[in-house]
């Protein structure tokens, strides 16, 4: 892995990292080339679409793959908009069934729960948009409800072209097929119908006329990139086959670069649910003196309560190894934050980074979650920057912010579990999962005793 000078931006709040999006698709002068896993059709999923269509129309190629798993809410606006003037959309390993979806996971279960789980923008192969974030009101800050603490980097510079090329494996692969190719219906204008629909409603006026406007000013100063060598790293599009080998995974690309580390380590994902051989690498890690760190979502703040299982199977092996683990809270609005425009929220409710910083010298910042999905079933991709000034940012919420916004996980001398809650004075100890319902209870208890953990 040969790493290449770029510069970086990072885009930590949530309705910065839409308006970026939004700016650049007013400035493509060529195409525009997406791969999500997710894209909703709510506020931020159909501003985003109508600044594409307003920049096919200007002549710009745009071409979107979207992953089929979630794809039922946008595809009778997909069907619209591909048979519109530059403007194709495919499908990554879309379902046989299309109307009685549920068919798929009884007749062809093996195949359709392997999912292309990245996430890219790319403009004019000049500029980039990678990270965690689909596209969706609760990536966005654009709605009242859910909203997730994310992070994405914009990247100008040489490695764009390798990102840019990553994506043309995706789009050229056989997984990836043609929209128009995928039975299903047609209806034309369905589009421009929702379209007129959603900007009927007051928040939709209320985020037009505060929010986008013409030009929109996000512009960075030069102080704002950020300088530094990186490598693009990316699961092999094959990884979702059934049939063929992929020739490269993230996994060993990920263990070269934490086995590395010698002072510190700090993780940041929603769902951490590690195998045998990471808590194993953990362990030796710890055992070499390193500071392991890490940050997960609680079970009351996850939004997959399931995914916890397999996180707390390993919970008490690594607080015994040493590691330090934080659970963010659920951080619910006050009647203060409910009063104030939506996008302008900043208290997030869940967690869906996903970041590893390596002695505040290397930065891992992609769609990867550290779960057996992520290692053996999704495809996934992200950015290792080797960057000291980045690293000192995202550990900068380690050191300010955890306290008093997370649950930590402790043993006391007999060995129980408790949770220490530092938002209190005094520090409470809490000797059950923190603000978790019975219903999450019973779903992370029953999920626990089913041989489920490699589809976690």
Sequence with gaps: MNATTAKFLLLEEAHDSLLER????RQ???????????????????????????????????KLLLDDFQSRSVELLLRDLQRRANFSIKLFNPLRHRRLRWLNYFLDFKRVNRRMHNKAMIVDNRIAIVGGRNVGDEYFGTHAGELFSDLDVAVSGELVNEINRDWLSYWNCELAVELSHI????????????????????????????????????????????????????DDPQKASVSRKPQRLMTQQMTRILGRAQQQVRMVSPYFVPT???????????????????????LA???????????????????MAGVKLFELRRLEDTTEQKAVRPYFRRSATSLHAKTI????????????????????????????????QIAKR????????????????????????????????????????????LARRIIVWLTARLPVEHLL
């Design 28 to 62: 493509a002068q060529q195409c525009i080339h997406l791969q999500y896993y997710i894209w909703r059709d709510d506020i931020s999923g159909l501003t985003l679409m109508n600044e594409l269509v307003k920049a096919s129309r200007r002549g710009v190629q745009v």
């Design 22 to 25: 939004i700016k650049l698709c």
């Design 183 to 234: 039975r299903g219906r047609s209806p034309t204008e369905a589009f421009i119908q929702r379209w007129r629909r959603q900007q009927q409603q007051e928040q939709v006026q209320q985020l037009r006329d505060y929010v986008i406007k013409e030009p929109i000013k996000t512009e960075h100063s030069e102080e704002d990139w950020i300088t530094a060598k990186a490598v693009w790293i990316s």
């Design 301 to 319: 703040a996850t939004d997959v309560p399931a995914v916890h299982a397999g996180y707390q199977r390993s919970r008490r092996r690594l607080l």
């Design 357 to 388: 910083t390596v002695d505040e010298a290397r930065v891992f910042v992609g769609s990867f979650n550290f779960d057996p999905r992520s290692a053996q079933i999704n495809t996934e991709a992200g950015l290792i920057i080797d960057s000291p």
């Design 276 to 298: 045998s051989n990471g808590v194993r690498e953990l362990e030796q890690l710890t055992e070499k003196g390193v500071d392991v760190q890490v940050l997960t979502n609680s």
């Design 394 to 437: 995202i550990n900068a919420i380690f050191e300010h912010e955890l306290p008093l916004k997370s649950y930590q996980p402790r043993l006391n001398r007999f060995y129980k579990l408790y949770w220490l809650d530092k938002s209190k004075v005094p520090a409470r100890r809490l000797y059950k999962e923190p603000n978790a319902g």
